[in-house]
């Protein structure tokens, strides 16, 4: 999250007034982020797949060359990392 709020801010304090894409350029499938999830909570849930709906992107890799010469950002925080602090901030507000 701390990546995208920098991303963001950097974008707004720039004065660009076009989209310019801040994701993570890591390609990774929903069923890969959907295990990682699990793994990181340590759940037992299962992944039940559906068909795709008919106009679901085949790839899901962001080109953030415009973010890192515009606004000389790209994300630090690794996804491992990123999970366990967002699962830990979640599991203190239960």
Known sequence: MSDLIEGIY???M???DLPVNIGNP???TVLEF???IIR????RSKVILK??????PKQRKPN?????KLLKWEPKVAL???????INYFRTKI
């Open 26 to 28: 890591t390609e990774m």
């Open 34 to 36: 959907a295990k990682e």
């Open 80 to 86: 491992a990392e990123g999970l366990t602090k967002t």
């Open 64 to 68: 953030i060359a415009l973010a890192r």
């Open 14 to 16: 720039s004065g660009y």
């Open 51 to 56: 068909p795709l709906p008919q106009d679901d």
């Open 40 to 43: 990181a909570t340590g759940s």
């Open 10 to 12: 950097r974008l707004m």
